[in-house]
């Protein structure tokens, strides 16, 4: 009965909410280290490049700790210029829990005479039941850009909660 109360609730509500913009909060910035980029070769659907994820940290209130190494990020040059990119990798909390991370993103060239911009990225968190468990249960977007300050190569992420 109440899932039936709530599900009609929420149908009620929809016309509503589907006019409010959602709201952004940031909730930590991942700084991922890469190594060396390696050319796979041209596939059916475009050049193929995989770049090492060789650690990193992570930053913010609820969550800091750090990236494990040996991931990797997986892109693919489409034949209309854009790239996609899909990153698989593990944050290793302060605490010692392991949360997988799969972060995608598309990015495409400007177009003539226009300057490139912001790349935003889709990240997706499994972690395990408990302190971290919210990470699983909300939708994100990321926001990266080079980490030109970082002492190796590195792309810094700012990871934002949708409400």
């Known amino acids: 009965m109440r899932i039936a109360l ?14 409010e913009a959602p ?5 930590f910035t991942i700084t991922a280290e890469l190594g060396p ?3 796979l070769g041209l ?26 190494p040996g991931a990797w990020d997986w892109q693919l040059t489409r034949t209309d210029g854009c790239t996609e990119l899909e990153a698989d990798y593990f944050i290793e909390t302060t605490d010692g829990v392991v949360i997988n991370v799969l972060n995608r993103a598309t990015i495409c060239p400007p177009a ?3 300057a490139p911009g912001p790349i935003y990225t889709n990240p997706q968190f499994e972690p395990p039941l408990g ?33």
Do not use: K
Not at 23 to 27: A, F, G, K, R, S
Not at 154 to 161: D, M, N, S
């Open 43 to 68: 596939t059916g659907r475009g050049p193929r490049r995989i770049i090492p994820i060789t650690g990193g940290t992570v930053e913010g209130e609820r969550i800091s700790g750090t990236i494990r």
């Open 131 to 163: 302190e971290f468990a919210w990470l699983g249960r909300n939708a994100f977007v990321g926001r990266l850009e080079l980490a030109q300050d970082h002492p190796v190569p590195a792309v810094r992420i700012a990871i934002f909660r949708v409400q």
């Open 112 to 114: 003539a005479g226009e």
């Open 37 to 39: 980029m390696e050319d």
């Open 23 to 27: 709201v952004l909060e940031h909730v």
């Open 6 to 19: 709530a599900a009609t609730a929420m149908f009620i509500a929809a016309p509503t909410m589907a006019q």
